[in-house]
Every structure is written in C-alpha cells, then in structure tokens.
C-alpha cells in the first residue's frame, strides 16, 4: 500500500497460495500516503489510515479512512482522523473490536501526545426509526486460556446458533508505521447447544506459536469481545547431538552425545536410532552416546563427508537431527604462488599464475581453491579447480572497465578443515 516521495496511491495485491505467485495491481485509495498504517479488521476487512504523500510532512498528512473489502477488492470510504499521522505512528486492533491510533513524529524528537479510537461500522446499526444505535454483539461466555495445533477446543456462548465465523488474530507489533506482526486466520467450528467445537490451526506456517485475540462473528458481521488464547506446540521434545559435526582420520573411532529436551509438558519416553552409518563403520548407541568405530574404513579419496540421522520416537511423535561426519586427509599442505608481482593489460590477453600445493605428513587429501581481494570485473577461474598434489594455473583476465590500480588477491586451498592461503600481487594497468 502506498509507498514513495511522493507517496502513491496504489496498492498491490499477492496470492501466496498460488502455483505462481506474482504481484497484482489493486485498487487506490483514497490519496497518496507514506508511513501510513494498516490494520486488519476481524471481519478481514483492512481499515487504512494516516500517511503523508510527502514523507514526514504534516502539510501533505492524509486524513481519510479507507477501508479494503477483499471479497469485493474495493475501497470504501471510512471517515476521518482528526490528527496528522506520519512517521512513527501506530495502529492497533483491541479486543473490543476497535481501532487504536496514536504517535506521530513529523519533527524527531517531537511526538505527537494525542490518541484516537476508531469505531468500525460493524459496531452499529440503525433502529426502527433510523437511529444510529450500537449493534448487539455476540458474547463469549467462556474460553480456554490455551490451546495447541489441531486441537478442537470449547467456546461457550448463547449465541451459537447465529454465528458466522470464529477467527484468530495475532496481537500487533507495530514499529515505523509497520505491523509486521498482522495475522488472522479462521477456523473450522461446529455448533452446538449453547457451545462451540472449535478446532485450532493446524501448525505454525498457518499460525505462529503466541497469543491471539479469538472473535466470534454473528450472521450480521458483528464482533465479540475478544477473548486472548495461546497457542502452543502442546507436548513435543526435540534432539540435539553435541557435537553435531565430527571430524576425524582414516582410522580413527569418535562418538556423539545425544540429548534429548522436553517442551510443553512433554513427559513421555523417547527411543534414539541412528541410521545412514557410513560402509565400513560399526555403530552403537548407548545411554544417549553414539559410538562410530572407524577401523574398517577405507576411503577411495578424502576428505569424504557423511551425513547420519538420529530418531527419536515417542508414541505419534518423530523428531529427526542430522549427524555430520568428516573423515579428513592425515598431514597437511602448503601453496606457493608464481609469478608474483603479475602485471596485466585491462582489456588485453589476461596472465597466469602457477599455484603449487606440496604436501606434507602423509597428505592425500583433495584441495580446492578460491581468490579473493581482486576488483569487480576480473575474472579468475583455476585449471584444475582442485588437486591433491602439484598444481593447478590460475588465470587472471580483465575487463577494460576494471578499476586500475595494484592489487594483493590472497589465493586459498580448502581440504576439509585444512585451509591455507598464499598472497599474489597483481596490477592493473
């Protein structure tokens, strides 16, 4: 919505539920605004309100109420803010259905003192005689405090046979004119007598854990009082392996600490396996270590990665954690560059450098390399792009439109958790 200096009026529209999602043009409001605030309705409508069409300026401050109908993907408009609201202002939705707006900082330092309460029309009717009267409201008598994904919970209200649709809204939490934290989502209910059976979001991509404002819509649109409801993931445990990478030498045996935390109240029993043992190890799990035996291990080259999963079950739930295991080279290596100083014609044929990695202690490991320290438009590949012993050519070439000037790229060799660098001076002429 809106957006830019001077602000626009428009409004883009994105269905993330599409097998392609991309962004629609929508309708406009009303005027120009940036810095403004949106807030989501419980009937989920948005009520859009404040904004400049000049940023921070008070002089250009929109004063009109639009309020967006998605069914009917339309403005309406919605009356009138009696303050200018520009940069750090805020709006929330309370409980009672209404709309909170304050702030204001079109001078830093100064912030405007005064607050306002919108009054959406859900909360009126009209009388027999035409009259403006407040519209009756649903009520809910009682609700639960908490509730956790997929789990039907009990609403009681006397007015069950005339309800609409039940929602949850995420409490705000506004920031610069932003409520980043706007979700409402509805949920599948049945009624009963006096009662509804209402069953909560399914998991946290549809609902993030926290709390929200549960409203209960008659046949007529109107709102309840809200009544506030925690979310939870209820009983759950996760896994944690300490530590959940490895590395070691041909040969050689290591083990994991396998640990297992409750949330939730979960008090139940947890049984670990591991699988995805690499070929010519023996494991083991016991008292929550996992031992890995090595001894049988003959890797064609190294370094070699693997990657275990721990389980853990309990009952209906499954947790899983990665295992990650490096069987690095025995020794080490060293690199040495040649030629340095290299000097090179921006736009010409481009030169070589010779990078030889000798190895040291048994090393038998594959080393790939990478530079860096050289500017934009130089192109740098290696040929090869890894060895494990000897050397490979690194070729320097550069565009006319690099930066000319005296560089030191730093070349690095990586073999597992052996990393080693050599300085190469190159200029650009």
Do not use: C
């Not at 919605?78 to 940069?87: F, G, I, L, T």
């Not at 705000?172 to 979700?183: L, Y």
């Amino acid at each position: 919505m809106g957006g830019g200096n001077p602000a626009t009026p428009t409004t883009e529209i994105i269905d993330l539920g599409a097998a392609s999602p991309t962004w629609q043009s929508g309708p406009l409001m009303s005027a120009g605004r940036i810095e403004m605030n949106a807030t989501i309705l419980p009937n989920g409508k948005v009520l859009a309100m404040g904004g400049s069409s000049s940023d921070e300026d008070e002089s250009t401050a929109s004063f009109n109420a639009d309020l967006y109908d998605p069914a009917t993907n339309s403005f309406s408009p919605a009356s009138a803010n009696a303050v200018p609201r520009v940069y750090h202002s805020v709006s929330l939705l309370l409980p009672d259905g209404t709309v909170w707006l304050a702030g204001g900082n079109h001078v830093r330092g100064s912030y405007k003192p005064e607050m306002e309460i919108y009054k959406p029309a859900y909360l009126f009717t009209l009388d027999g005689t035409g009259n403006v009267v407040p519209a009756v409201r649903p009520t809910i008598t009682s609700a639960p405090l908490t509730t956790t994904y997929g789990s039907a919970f009990t609403v009681q209200t006397p007015d069950a046979a005339d309800i609409a649709s039940v929602v949850m809204i995420k409490a705000g939490a506004t920031t610069h004119a932003f409520d980043m934290d706007q979700r409402l989502v509805g949920l599948s209910y049945t009624a009963g007598l006096g009662t509804l059976s209402v069953t909560a979001p399914p998991n946290s991509n549809i609902a993030p854990p926290g709390y929200y404002m549960l409203f209960l819509l008659n046949s007529s649109g109107v709102p309840s009082m809200a009544s506030f409801i925690q979310l939870t993931a209820g009983p759950d445990f996760s896994i944690t392996p300490s530590p959940p990478r490895q590395v070691i030498l041909p040969g050689q045996n290591t083990s994991y600490n396998i640990q297992t935390y409750p949330s939730g109240g979960f008090a139940g029993t947890v049984n670990l396996s591991v699988s995805g043992v690499p070929t010519g190890f023996n494991g083991s799990l016991t008292n929550k270590t996992f031992n890995l035996n090595g001894s049988n291990l003959n890797p064609s080259s190294l370094p070699q990665s693997y990657t275990m999963t721990v389980k853990g079950t309990s009952g209906t739930l499954t947790r899983t954690s990665p295992l990650q295991l490096l069987i690095n080279s025995p020794g080490d290596f060293s690199l040495s560059a040649s030629p340095s100083p290299l000097n090179i014609i921006r736009g010409g044929a481009g030169g070589q450098v010779v990078v030889t990695l000798t190895p040291s202690g048994g090393f038998v490991g594959v080393t790939t390399f990478t530079i860096s320290g050289l500017p934009a438009h130089v192109t740098a590949p290696f040929t090869p792009s890894s060895i494990s012993s000897g050397s490979t050519t690194l070729t320097l070439t550069a565009s006319s439109t690099a930066l000319a000037g005296t560089y030191t790229g730093m070349i690095t060799g990586t073999s597992g958790t052996l990393v080693h660098s050599t300085p190469v001076t190159v200029t650009l002429q």
